[in-house]
């Protein structure tokens, strides 16, 4: 009995039945050492990533090849890869929604249980507008220290460890070293950064107070607006990682960090005390939590490309990379988990 089905030809398909799809190309010398100059590997090959590769000519791989050779070339194109590959925008948006929850509540518990100083003068210092000020005022002023018990301190530190794990995550990423695993015991160290993180914007606003006391006020203000950003930038990770990355690795990232916040603080402190006013009179505190929001998702944005900026420069097989590593010894996918070998 025939296998063909009425009214269709010998050899025709039947009709719906999926057309086997070609099978894709072997990548050949020149894909595989483009893929290499910019840290990538083939499983990790997108399909968009191999139509690109297929539509180029050999021409065109030979002048990309020679571009990364060249250290400029080499760290924008690692640079472009590590940002794809962290999902930089996704991130952020994680790590500034965390921030926002995290970190100002902590903030607040301080101000409402110590009374050192309202939340307004801790979280935005004098660019608050009144309104804006009135708001965060109320919400200390009027629940007290009644409000934050011990059971209610407890849960605010906990949910605050959510920051924590997901910085510990985009810096994995960033480093490609596999998954950080914290036994038990280690878990304080979430609740340390987060805290690091509540502290430095206490102490940079009563700290920047003094310091404008003190000739020249420009020159200390600015030198404290470099300092702690490249502080939290470098402790951080190497706190959350368990010191699986050496300082001296963390450190090109940091202080680019924190050079990129003394070029954006005039902007960012205009930003804050224009936008918040606006923000404020029309939608009244809801403009102002989405204001805030929108200032640290730049902030993490810039934290987390400093970061891989920093990485490529840390590994790069050129005589910045051999400077700043020292006698390090690291690959350019791997960074030694011993942390004693990164003290």
Known sequence: MSDVQPGLEPGAEPEGRPEAQPA??????????????????????????????????????????????????????RTVSGLRRLQIFDRAMTIAAQLFTSVFPIIIMGASLFGGQNASSAIGGA?????????????????????????GVLVVLVSATSLSRA?????????????????????????????????????AKSVGKVLDKVPPPDAWRLLLIFAI??????????????????????????????????????????????????SAARFGPIGVAFTYLTYLYCVS?????????????????????????????VDDDYVDEDPTANA
């Open 24 to 77: 894709p190309r072997a990548l050949d010398e020149k894909d595989l050492a483009l893929l290499a100059a910019v840290g990538g590997v083939p499983d990790d090959l997108t399909d968009l990533q191999r139509k690109v590769l297929d539509r180029l000519s050999p021409r065109s791989k030979v002048r990309l090849l020679w571009m990364v050779d060249n250290w400029p070339g080499r760290v924008v194109f």
């Open 167 to 203: 910085m510990t995550r985009a810096y994995d990423t960033v480093w490609r070293h596999g998954r950080t695993k914290l036994p038990p015991k280690g878990a304080w160290r979430w609740l340390a950064a987060v805290m690091v993180l509540a502290l430095s914007i206490v102490v």
């Open 301 to 329: 944005w810039a934290l987390l490309a400093t970061a891989v900026l920093g990485r490529v420069l840390a590994i790069d097989p050129g005589i910045v990379g051999r400077l700043i590593r020292g006698r390090l010894r």
């Open 229 to 278: 950003p490249a502080f939290v930038a470098c402790y951080i990770p190497w706190m959350l990682m368990a010191g699986r990355v050496a300082v001296r690795l963390l450190a090109p990232g940091a202080l680019m960090f924190g050079a990129l916040m003394v070029l954006a603080h005039p902007f960012a402190d205009h930003y804050l005390s224009t936008s918040i006013a606006v």
């Open 127 to 151: 660019g608050l507008p009144p309104d804006a000020e009135q708001v965060l005022n109320d919400t200390v002023s009027a629940g007290g220290s009644s409000t934050f018990g011990i059971v």
